[in-house]
Each structure stands twice: as C-alpha cells, then as structure tokens.
C-alpha cells in the first residue's frame, strides 16, 4: 500500500470534521457494513469508519457476506446490517428485489452529489470507487513500446504471438465486450451485446488462451509466472506486480471501467446512520485517501486535484483514462447472465 496523502489531523482539520450538529441519536449507535474484508476493511476503516466515528459518535462494525447471503437476509425479513459496500453487480441484484433504501442525497452534508457522476449515482446506490479490466502485457515480450495497443491487436496473434489469459464465466462476466471491441465493434455501441457474434470472436483467440482465469489471483500468477504474456485482468490485480518490480505494464486503451458502490438495505435498524456514513464515505478528502491506497479509481471529480499525477495515470475513471474506457453495463449482464452461462458451457466443451 502507498503512503497517506495527508496526515489524519490535516484531513480532519481539512474537512473530515467538519462540524456536525449532534443530536443524542447521533452520538450513539452503531452502523453495521458489509465488506470485502482484508485489505480493503482496513483502508477504509483509516480513512472513513474511524474519523465518522469521531465525527458523530456513530460505531462502525464491519463484516463479511456474500450475495447470497445478503439476498437470504432479506428475504428472510432478517437484515442484520445496515450498509453495503460491494461490487455493482450485488447491489443490482438487491434493487430488483426492492431490498434497497433511496440514498437521502438532497440531504448530504460532506459530500456535493453533483460532484458524483449521474452515471453511478442512482436512487439506491452510489459508487465509492471505481476499478478497470485492462490489457496487461510482458514487457519482456514486447519491449519498448511494441505491445498490442487495442483488444483488435490482443486478438491479433501472428503480429503479437504468445499465450494468453482472459476472464472465465466463473467470474460472472467473461469479456465479450473486448471480443466485440476486437471484432471491430465501436465501445459506444458494444451493448446490448450481440452475444452470438462475441463468442465467434472467442472462438478465433481461444487456441492462443493458456487458461481461462477464474479468481483474479490465478490472473495476475500466470502473468507473475510468465504463463502468459498477454491478460485480459483487473488493473489491481497487475498493478500489484508492476509495483513489486515485475516487468510488466497496462495498456488502457479500451478498459471497461467498473464499479464498487454503496447501498442501505431498507429494512435496516439504522436507516439514518447509513445515510451519514455513505454521504461521509464519498467526501474528496476521504476519496483521495482511501483510492489512493487501495489504487482504484476515485468517484468523486474533486478527489483528482488531492492525488499526485503519477497517482492518477494508474487510476480507473481518471482524467488519463477515462476516454479511453467505457462503463460495464451492469443492467445488461443482471438480465442476460443465464443465458451467457448457457452459451458459455457450449462452447467452452466444443
């Protein structure tokens, strides 16, 4: 993990505690969030749990589930926290069974809801941090600058030869929008995706696939092992290796930008407490932190001016790759995954 941008007194001091009208509800209590774990739940606690809890008063207990975990407790009428922090596809999942509570944006007082895109601020959800699937490459095998520099040149095999590795279905989304990319669909097109013509374009890079990844640790090991010279993975993932001293480097060309947001479930015991943390976990101050740390990508356009350049150039969503990238479409996979994983089990024994 890199360094703190500021000190906790000077982010403090700078806004995180900003002053707040304490009522006793306010002072006591606690809010209970699901996670990721590991890592993240100790960045976050450093930058967001903590200094919310020296600013309300609010307790903040972190813990661990996993979807279907959290669409059991609701289901059940047993919700036993109150904040979710997860991937978009989760909390998608939630919404449509009405399991979620609308975000009391007009009430914010830390963060300016403009200052989130309208694209990843919805009515029941909010995106805290946004990361990227990308083209990793060796720079061994393809030194100073020769590497593929779309996923058209990915595909291309005889002028960039060397085996491969893209995401299996056991992710939940293989990258068919980098085969379309790669067969020549615009990224301002690619859905709804033409599922049909993405896996024919699977099918003329699949003898060049070493292994399809299944958990983002096997995807950055076979490029750490140099199993593989070319990857379709998550940026934190090879950014990891690249920063360990791997010689290995991220083409952004083309990412498909994705999303961890926060939502409240509506039937919480501590509705009011969710709101404040969320409006407090999206404040640029927290965002600088946290991102920084974490080397995802702020949501928050006032978070850039806080991170140093070098910072930036390796963040999803940035300045320096924005452009470059498109947005998964979440709704899209939700309504057609069943029938991607049908396809997907044909032609992955064909």
Known sequence: MSGLILPRRTLLAAGLAMPFVKTAAAQAGEVIIRNPGGVYDDVMRKYVYDPFTQATGIKVTAVAATAAKLLAMFRANNVELDVIDAGDSILEQLRRQNALAPLDYGNWRWTKPDDIPAEVRLP?????MLYGSVLAYSK???PDGRHPKSWAEFWDATKFPGPRSLADMATGNPYLEFALLADGVPKDKLYPIDIDRAFRAMGRIRPQIRKFWDTGALSAQMMADKEVVLAGLWNGRVQVLMDRGAPLGIEWNENMIEVQAVGIFKDAKNVAGGQKLIDFMLQPEAQAGYCRDLTYGPTNKQAFALLPAEQLTRMPGSPASADKGFYK??????????????????????
């Open 124 to 128: 029941t959800r909010a995106a805290n």
């Open 140 to 142: 061994e095998a393809f």
């Open 329 to 350: 479409n979440i709704a899209w996979w939700e309504d057609n995954r069943d029938r991607v994983n049908r396809q997907w089990s044909r032609w992955i024994l064909g």
